[in-house]
């Protein structure tokens, strides 16, 4: 089974604005990651977060952690067409990574 | 580009027969993971390998096996194969298996079992 729950389950925005996607998890964790699939292609890594950071940014990617509510959350600022694709968080449990159900994330130009 | 090489890309079969997935991961990670992604269980973990040893299981069939070999790639193999197996398998590799690395996927193969 699936450790958590993405929301929302799809997103569709313009161009230029901002994507926010969320994520919660059920296990204590050591850190969360974000990845991103193109359809029907290999997830990407996007940015990990460690139980000890609370916010993390890489480029147009920011990252929250609130490991009090067990939950996460993906803004990608800016958006762009290219970053349609689904987004997904992970928890590590020993090595082994724990998808949530992901984001559909779709920007029209 | 990842570094890590799966093939074949795709793979029709049909119900009941057997087929060998494989995976290279990129050049220096030991440690290896199979996915399965499917439209109702979406992205569950199977097994993973390290340096040829099993590692970790996850809800695996019994019908799905898998090794990793001395030159470090691995093979999934799938036997009596039935049409809820059809899904994308993605190969992941990581340096070691430690809960810090980062996992790097492969494109996947699409299984179609008709």
């Known amino acids: 089974s699936q450790q958590g729950e993405e929301d929302p389950q799809a997103l569709s925005i313009q161009e230029g604005e901002n994507a926010t996607m969320n994520c919660s998890y059920k296990t204590s964790i050591n850190n969360l990651q974000w990845y991103r699939q193109n359809s029907g292609r290999g997830l990407v890594h996007l940015i990990l977060?460690?139980?000890?950071?609370r916010e993390k940014h890489s480029g147009r990617l920011r990252v929250t952690l609130d490991t009090s509510k067990k939950s996460s959350s993906l803004l990608i600022t800016a958006s762009r067409a290219a970053d349609t694709a689904s987004y997904f968080c992970a928890t590590n449990q020993g090595g082994k990574l724990i998808f949530g159900q992901g984001t559909e994330l779709s920007v029209k130009p | 580009d990842s570094g890590v090489t799966q093939t074949p890309k795709h793979l029709i079969t049909a119900t009941g027969q057997r087929v060998t997935l494989r995976c290279s991961p990129r050049?220096?990670?030991?440690?290896v993971y199979w996915y399965q992604q499917s439209l109702d269980q979406g992205l569950q973990f199977l097994i993973q390998y390290y340096n040829g040893e099993e590692r970790a299981k996850g809800n695996i069939l019994e019908r799905f096996s898998a090794q990793q070999f001395p030159d470090l790639h691995s093979e999934l193999n799938l036997s009596s194969l039935e049409l809820g197996d059809s899904a994308l398998y993605f190969c992941a590799s990581s340096p070691s298996g430690a809960i810090k690395n980062i996992q790097y996927f492969g494109a996947g193969t699409r299984l179609s079992v008709l």
């Open positions: 977060i460690r139980s000890n950071e």
């Open positions: 050049s220096g990670d030991l440690s």
